[in-house]
């Protein structure tokens, strides 16, 4: 199994449990890794026969923008759930950063793996 991989993808969106925090647009920055099976792209060198990961990104983007979640954890699952039930992939790996939300720490979040047949 192969794995493809998008990193630092930055979107404004309403993320947070406070009452200031559902006010305002935060950034969170999303990393992804799903597995797949590039031989047939390796193979033909056309984008048909690959995991178009442009698309994913700008369906992850339009879903986190559009979106108004409290938890991380909770946009994460719905981020594994979309890729899982929309691409073609057996397994993807979600990563939320919400960046300053912990004084004195550069980063919070979370990381979870999903695959179909959980």
Request: charged share 30%; proline share 2%.
């Amino acid at each position: 199994m192969d794995t493809i991989f998008l990193t630092a993808l930055k979107v404004e969106t309403t993320i947070g449990i406070w009452d200031w925090e559902r006010k305002i647009k935060q950034t969170v920055v999303i990393d992804l890794e799903m597995g797949t099976d590039i031989r047939a792209a390796v193979e033909s060198d056309n984008i048909e026969d690959a995991l178009n990961y442009k698309l994913i990104a700008k369906r992850v983007q339009q879903f986190v923008a559009d979106s108004s979640f409290q938890l991380v954890e909770a946009l994460a699952g719905s981020i594994a759930e979309i890729i899982l039930g929309e691409f073609d992939v057996p397994w993807v790996q979600v990563r939320v950063n919400k960046p300053g939300a912990i004084r004195n720490a550069k980063d919070v979040g979370v990381l979870i793996r999903r695959s179909r047949d959980e």
